[in-house]
């Protein structure tokens, strides 16, 4: 006598799909309703949230106390048009060191720091223009690869002096471990 086999899945539908409904359940279309409207909820609180991010980073108010931005360097550089078109904005840091021998001792003076521009080598013409540097200032700084920088605005007798271009230092905040690559800078 053969036994009737006996089937693991009691149902008589296979493992992947769903049991019929009866013709009044509605339990599928109630899960994609929520799932939509979740989907959505979800998708304005993104957008919101992108929002609200730009509408506080744009309303930020920067004051003297906060040089937090190239555009504040920009824009306190003396003769800022001239500055960024011929050359760079710069922070300039003046600063005396004692060093003393026996003992062996360093002193530095507190640092006094205001706004400078730095001018690239092909536009020194705009101080020799204004008579503000003479040829052999010019000869001098030009033979020992040097570049200008001032201090104080061109009309009133800036502070000009012939400064050297350090890279041996590097920028520390751009060679961090695991970053890119940085991008080669501007030689003056």
Known sequence: MKRPSRSKN????????????????KSSSLL??????????????????????????SGQVTTGNNVASREVIDRSAPNPEICVQFGASAIVSDLRIFVT??????????????????????????????KLVTDSQVRECKNRMNTFGFTGTLESSPKIECIYQNDAAGNLFLNRPGAVDPQPTESF
């Open 10 to 25: 009691p149902y008589p539908y296979d493992n992947y799909s769903q049991p019929p409904t009866r013709k009044g359940e």
């Open 32 to 57: 994609n309703s929520i799932n939509y409207t979740l989907a959505a909820i979800c998708a304005g609180i993104f957008i919101l949230g992108i929002g609200v991010g730009i509408a506080l980073s």
């Open 101 to 130: 021998l026996n003992p062996f001792n360093v002193y530095v003076t507190q640092p006094n720091m205001r706004p400078g521009c730095v001018l690239r080598k092909n536009n020194w013409s705009i101080l020799e223009q204004q």
